[in-house]
């Protein structure tokens, strides 16, 4: 499963953006799907994961209260919203899914299936 994550760039402190994660000729629907960073120096953070199972939605308490995790079958998109951005979020961003329907504990402990290229947001006035 080739994945493929979009829509960082350049955001002001306390500004918002919208990452969007696809896989080119295929669906997501069936996949739980977690999104990591990784700032500079700093160990990999999973920050989101949206299982298949239920749809239930899991956070990471860096990002928690800002950040949404959401699905788009017909458009085989998973986005992650971010709100309220802060500096200490820039990192690179990266989107990965699994067939398993998993949490993001177990995504941050035993790593998903598949990843994409990441996506740099950096926060910054």
């Known amino acids: 499963v080739q994945l493929q994550a979009s829509g960082g760039g350049l955001v002001q402190p306390g500004g918002p953006l919208r990452l969007s994660c696809e896989t080119p000729?295929?669906?997501?629907?069936?996949?739980?799907v977690a999104w990591f960073r990784q700032a500079p120096g700093k160990d990999r953070e999973g920050i989101s994961c949206?299982?298949?199972?239920?749809?239930?939605?899991y956070y990471a308490d860096s990002v928690k209260g800002r950040f949404i995790t959401s699905r788009d079958n017909a458009k085989n998109t998973v986005y992650l919203q971010m709100n309220s951005l802060k500096p200490e979020d820039t990192a690179v961003y990266y989107c990965t899914s699994d067939h398993r329907d998993v949490d993001l504990q177990w995504a941050s402990v035993y790593g998903m299936e598949n990843w994409g290229k990441g996506t740099l947001v950096t926060v910054s006035s």
């Open positions: 949206i299982s298949n199972g239920d749809g239930s939605t």
């Open positions: 000729g295929g669906t997501l629907e069936y996949y739980s």
